[in-house]
Nanobody, 124 residues
Framework: QVQLVESGGGLVQAGGSLRLSCSAS????????MGWFRQAPGEERQIVAH????????YYVNSVKGRFTISRDNAKNTVYLQMNGLKPEDTAVYYC?????????????????WGQGTQVTVSS
């Protein structure tokens, strides 16, 4: 049974920072890419960033490039999302997910296990 546990969300003022963590168990973590998605009220879930299995290649949606950094520690079975320069439009529930493959995907269909989500709220 694969389990993903996210932490690090919260309320922050615009311009502030948060670091999300996602701890995984039940699968050989280092064999699979990981992704972070977000879903705002009334909107579809969208990719934020993904990182391949060894952690040497990553992708970011244009709206977060230069502000967010995805990383992973395979020894700790954990993936991180460092979010700097937060904006009100970053407000959403953030989900981590395990890819079906060693490489990441921009669509949710490429992932087969999901965390419960953590709320990020950015006030203006």
């Amino acid at each position: 049974q694969v389990q993903l546990v996210e932490s690090g969300g919260g309320l922050v003022q615009a311009g502030g920072s948060l670091r999300l963590s996602c701890s995984a168990s039940g699968r050989t973590f280092s064999n699979y890419a990981m992704g972070w998605f977000r879903q705002a009220p009334g909107e579809e879930r969208q990719i934020v960033a993904h990182i391949n299995s060894p952690g040497v290649m990553s992708y970011y949606v244009n709206s977060v490039k230069g502000r967010f950094t995805i990383s992973r520690d395979n020894a700790k079975n954990t993936v991180y999302l460092q979010m700097n320069g937060l904006k009100p439009e970053d407000t959403a529930v953030y989900y981590c997910a395990v890819s079906k493959y060693a490489y990441g995907s921009r669509t949710s269909s490429g992932y087969d296990y999901w965390g419960q989500g953590t709320q990020v709220t950015v006030s203006s």
